[in-house]
């Protein structure tokens, strides 16, 4: 976990840019193959990449916050993703969870975690399970 500060995200979004791009062109790293995953804040973070650039050819987005989730649904995000949230969010209900999802592009999965809260509690080794095998199957 960082020990740093979240800010109004423009900040945080150049340094997901940032490391999209470093990465991208890292010799020693297939830049074709580049999956992103975020928790939270960084589940917005990596919508928000996907969408602004196509170097993301896979994304998983855990627990994003619904009212950041809710832009996505007008915008095309082309790239395979992977929605995960916990039955139990508290900030985020189910109903609205799968309404919204519905409405954002192909291709996409769905998981919903029973039990499972924002943070996960009991169910991180299913929530990373979902996650790896997600971006292996689609890179």
Known sequence: MSSGESGDG????????????????????D?????????????WMA???????????SLVSIAC?????AQYGTVQITQ????????????FTLGQFKFLANRM?????????????????EHSDLVGKLSCEFIKETL
């Not at 423009?10 to 790293?29: C, Y």
């Not at 919508?47 to 050819?57: F, G, M, P, V, W």
């Not at 395979?80 to 900030?91: E, M, N």
């Open 65 to 69: 916050p619904q009212n950041k989730f």
């Open 105 to 121: 592009s192909e291709p996409k999965r769905t998981e919903v975690v029973t039990g499972a809260d924002h943070f996960f509690r």
């Open 80 to 91: 395979p993703k992977l929605l995960i949230l916990g039955d139990r969010d508290h900030d």
């Open 31 to 43: 830049g074709s193959r580049l999956g992103i995953i975020g928790y939270s804040f960084g589940a």
């Open 10 to 29: 423009a900040n945080e979004l150049i340094d997901t840019e940032e490391v999209v791009n470093l990465t991208s062109s890292n010799s020693k790293i």
């Open 47 to 57: 919508l928000e990449s996907a969408l602004r650039t196509n170097l993301i050819k």
